[in-house]
């Protein structure tokens, strides 16, 4: 059974309001949002990585000025041990500040099954922000980001610019430096009220297999090509992503040290030596030597020390 309908589950413990696909029930009490979503509960990092990140948001927004909202999709929890592991991981994410929107509709591609991580991992489901009308802006963060320098800027800044043009999807383009055309879904600054009926979220989730995407890249091939022309692009540092770190040398020398979001992409933030079991070295873990290899590891004990 699914976690979320157990009995004395996180539905009747917690402050957990449901997303349909038909209608948000966010309450929303700020104008602004920084939204992220947890779509599988495999690897208990990625919880831990969220309450991280709502740790470094709260250096710079309080709770009157910023709602943070985590959407979980509907079936999180199933391949938790114990019901207790589970509640105590909801309970944690509730701590660091998180408003729990649970059971938010899984979205897949419909012909295509388990491809790839992308599509292990149900991204398409992120396509859910474009629901959060309550809110004038949203600031989307992937679960593995990290806000190291202050980003209110992307309010008070690029939000009422992009207003002002038109452009509801702000997002950095990926690997700027070589001249990519798309852009990385990992940060995205969106404007619900500005979505085009032609291009509302229930029109997307509709059009997922009609609109000719890459779809080894899930929903950021879907978004690439829907606004391919007309995002409003951020600059890199809002979206540092640690790959440029070997393969992007001269952006990374120039705005390394001016990063305000942090991506950890290659190497996530407990990809590193440190969390590799002192009493059972096991070499062929090869995802602990992750922070070495891309030579990221200050990055990496950033995330420890959080």
Not at 145 to 166: D, W
Not at 167 to 178: E, Q, S
Not at 203 to 215: G, K, L, Q, T, W
Request: with cysteine; charged share 15%.
């Amino acid at each position: 059974m699914d976690f979320w309908q157990r009995p004395g589950g996180p539905a009747n413990l917690h402050q957990c309001k449901p997303l349909s696909n038909k209608h948000s029930t966010v309450h929303a009490t700020t104008r602004f949002a920084v939204v992220s979503m947890l779509t599988s509960d495999r690897s208990r990092f990625y919880t831990l990585s969220a309450i991280k990140l709502a740790k470094s948001l709260r250096w710079w927004f309080s709770l009157e000025e910023m709602d943070l909202v985590m959407l979980v999709t509907d079936g999180f929890g199933i391949s938790t041990t114990s019901d207790a592991d589970f509640f105590f991981n909801v309970m944690e994410l509730q701590n660091a500040g998180w408003n729990i929107i649970c059971k938010v509709p899984v979205i897949e591609h419909p012909n295509v099954v388990n491809t790839n991580r992308f599509h292990d991992i149900k991204v398409y489901s992120k396509l859910s922000i474009w629901a959060l009308t309550e809110y004038d802006a949203i600031l989307y963060l992937d679960s593995d980001t990290l806000v190291i320098r202050n980003p209110q800027n992307l309010f008070t800044v690029h939000y009422p610019a992009m207003k002002r043009t038109g452009m509801l999807l702000g997002a950095v383009r990926d690997r700027p430096d070589k001249f990519s055309h798309g852009f990385n879904a990992g940060v995205l600054l969106l404007i619900p009220t500005l979505v085009n009926q032609s291009w509302t979220f229930h029109s997307m989730v509709e059009r997922i297999a009609s609109v000719p995407h890459n779809v080894d890249w899930a929903e950021q091939g879907m978004l690439n090509v829907i606004y391919k022309d007309s995002f409003y692009e951020l600059h890199y540092i809002y979206n540092g992503n640690l790959v440029s770190k070997l393969q992007d040398t001269y952006l990374w020398s120039q705005y390394s040290n001016a990063i305000s979001i942090v991506h950890y992409t290659v190497a996530k933030g407990w990809m590193s030596l440190r969390h590799l079991p002192m009493l059972s070295l096991d070499f062929n873990s090869y995802e602990y030597f992750s922070c070495w290899y891309h030579d990221v590891d200050d990055f990496c004990g950033l995330w420890d020390s959080i």
